[in-house]
């Protein structure tokens, strides 16, 4: 079974462009969430996605935001990048059968640099 | 709300040595609780979990007992290798919080030869 994937890898951008990442969750997994890691601030949770609505969010502004298709792949969106968006993007999915446990598994990330 | 706290790294140790990585939880639920290892360039990859109270989690030689009563899931393991030079998160999900995953500050391993 293919794994979570994630495109592009890489991704550079300049400030005040805006940004569309793009996730593959397993096959057969409805929910996929989206986190943001900086060497900063660590892994932090930006929303959550089951059957194309928006489950959970964290606190991040308005410029991120994201989507889910019929096929459960999701896609977020940063509007007006900013020096600080640069970031590992991980986008990682979950089974229902699972669901007691949470387990999530997580794609290899898109690596966005704001310049 | 909720917080993970793990040791800070980087821990340097020799091959064969003996691993331990502390890490300690607040939650406001009964949360579930994980250890994810993240290798260079690559996204996370699920080590082992625990559900409820005095459950161990174990994979690869990799030992975690979930400690309700000292809140605490410390990641052991008896004799470590090069190639378990990584970076370890702790986490944990509370169903209070929804599905979302808290991660701790992550604590890099480095194992030389």
């Known amino acids: 079974k293919a794994g979570v994937t994630q495109t592009p890898r890489y991704l550079i951008k300049t400030r005040g462009q805006q940004v569309t990442l793009s996730c593959s969750p397993i096959?057969?997994?409805?929910?996929v969430s989206w986190y943001q890691q900086t060497p900063g601030q660590g892994l932090q949770f930006l929303f959550e996605y089951f059957s194309e609505t928006q489950r959970n969010k964290g606190n991040f502004p308005g410029r991120f935001s994201g989507r889910q298709f019929s096929n459960s792949r999701s896609e977020m969106n940063v509007s007006t990048l900013e020096l600080g968006d640069s970031a590992l993007y991980l986008c990682?999915?979950?089974?229902?059968?699972?669901?007691?446990?949470?387990?999530?598994?997580f794609g290899p990330g898109t690596r966005l640099t704001v310049l | 709300g909720n917080s993970v706290t793990q040791m800070e790294g980087p821990v340097t140790l020799s091959e064969e040595a003996f691993l331990t990585i502390n890490c300690t939880y607040t939650?406001?639920?009964?949360?579930?609780l994980f250890w994810y290892v993240q290798y260079p360039g690559e996204g996370l990859q699920l080590l082992l979990k625990a559900t409820k109270a005095d459950d161990k989690g174990s994979n690869k030689g990799f030992e975690a007992t979930y400690r309700k009563e000292t809140t605490s899931f410390h990641l052991e393991k008896g004799s470590v290798q090069v190639s378990d030079s990584a970076v370890y998160f702790c986490?944990?999900?509370?169903?209070?919080?929804?599905?979302?995953?808290?991660f701790g500050g992550g604590t890099r391993l480095m194992v030389k030869p």
């Open positions: 990682a999915s979950r089974s229902p059968l699972l669901q007691g446990t949470n387990e999530q598994f």
């Open positions: 939650a406001t639920g009964y949360p579930s």
């Open positions: 096959s057969g997994h409805r929910s």
């Open positions: 986490a944990l999900s509370d169903r209070n919080a929804g599905n979302m995953l808290t």
